[in-house]
Each structure stands twice: as C-alpha cells, then as structure tokens.
C-alpha cells in the first residue's frame, strides 16, 4: 500500500514548466483526481496534502527545498506518520527514457538523479518506489544539467504529459498497493495497427451481349 507520494521538482515560476519538474506536473493532478489540495507545511518544507480513503490517510507532497535536497521535506514526514520506504511512492523525471515512456519499479540505485540521491540517503534506504517519467537526454553528459532546467519543446511536453494522464489511470491501484497490476499497466505497449489486407485482384466488367 502506498501511503506517501512524492512529486520532485524546483520551486518558483522559473523551474515550473522545466523537464525536472515532471515529477511536480504529477501530483498536481494526482491530488485534484483525489479531491485533495495542496498547502504549504514549514514542518515538512513543502506543499502538502492528505487525502483520506477507507484504508487510511494519504499524503503528497511537493519539496520546496530545491532538488539535491528533496530528502530533507521527505524524511521528517515519513517519520512523523511511520511511513516505511516500501510504503512511498516518488515521481521523477528520467533522463534514460525517451518522452512518452514510462517505468515503475521499487528500489535500485539513484542513476545520478540528486533528488532521489537525497532521499535514499534520508531515508537510509533505497526500497521506495519510483514512477519514472521519461523525458529524454541531451546525448552528452556535459549538457545533462542545461538540458533538464529548459522547457521541453511542445510535441515532447505533449508526449510527458500522455504519460502522467495514462501512469494515474492507475493511482487506485497503486494507493491499494496492487503495484504487479499497476506495473502491468503502466509497461503495456500501445498495441500495434493492424497492416492492411493486400487488395484483391481487379475485376473487369465483361462487356454487354449484343442479339
């Protein structure tokens, strides 16, 4: 069961439509699809909001503590509710993946992303889930940090908010902890167009009978 989303991204009007902030674009709809609202809480230095269901509260947040620092608004709200790693769920954009693809998966390594860095090393574990919303590379590692902080190109914006729309049709499923089943979802590829059937051959009318 999940109990915590987290959606990671950079404060302020000059981060908000920037490649990292997918994970931000995320919970903004993941909270108005659950009739939540997000307010900020000092406690927890970011915006928050719980939701409660029939299992229990859920809370999402957005860290306002700036990226590298994510861990620091994850940790203490994590603690404060008991909230196991296995029982947090963070977005984030994915740099290995191209827009408009999409993985779920739980734990593993950070793959350079100084958010998730932080809040493993928060957290003291890495067996939180991750949503990874593709957003492509820049193809050289030197331009990673430019290429993250612009505003992806609107065909690319279409395709990264294709995957937020489709990755929350699964949210109950995540939020009940039916993660296989979301998994399953969440990897499906679209399935492919069915090829024409070749025409047959020609027919040519036969030419009227004279008496």
Not at 33 to 39: I, M, V
Not at 84 to 101: F, K, N, R
Request: one cysteine or more; proline letters at 10%.
């Amino acid at each position: 069961m999940i109990r915590l989303i987290v959606g990671l991204g950079n404060p302020g009007p000059e981060y908000e439509d920037t490649r990292h902030n997918a994970g931000f674009w995320w919970v903004d709809r993941a909270v108005r699809q659950l009739g939540g609202s997000l307010q900020a809480d000092r406690a927890y230095h970011g915006l928050v909001a719980r939701v409660n269901r029939p299992a229990g509260p859920v809370w999402l947040l957005q860290p306002l503590t700036y990226m590298n620092l994510s861990g620091k608004s994850v940790a203490p709200l994590a603690r404060f509710f008991k909230i196991a790693p296995e029982e947090i769920l963070v977005v984030h954009d994915e740099l290995d993946l191209p827009p408009g693809q999409m993985k779920l998966k739980q734990g593993g390594g950070n793959g350079g992303h100084n958010g998730l860095k932080d809040i493993q090393a928060q957290l003291g574990s890495p067996n939180f889930w991750r949503l990874r919303l593709g957003i492509g590379h820049p193809g050289v590692k030197t331009e990673v940090a430019a290429y993250v902080l612009r505003k992806p190109p609107a065909v690319e914006r279409l395709s990264i908010d294709h995957t937020v729309d489709e990755s929350l049709r699964c949210l109950e499923l995540m939020l009940d902890g039916a993660m296989d089943k979301a998994m399953m979802k969440i990897h499906a590829k679209p399935p492919r167009p069915k090829p024409a059937r070749p025409a047959g051959p020609a027919t040519v009318p036969s030419p009227p009978e004279t008496s």
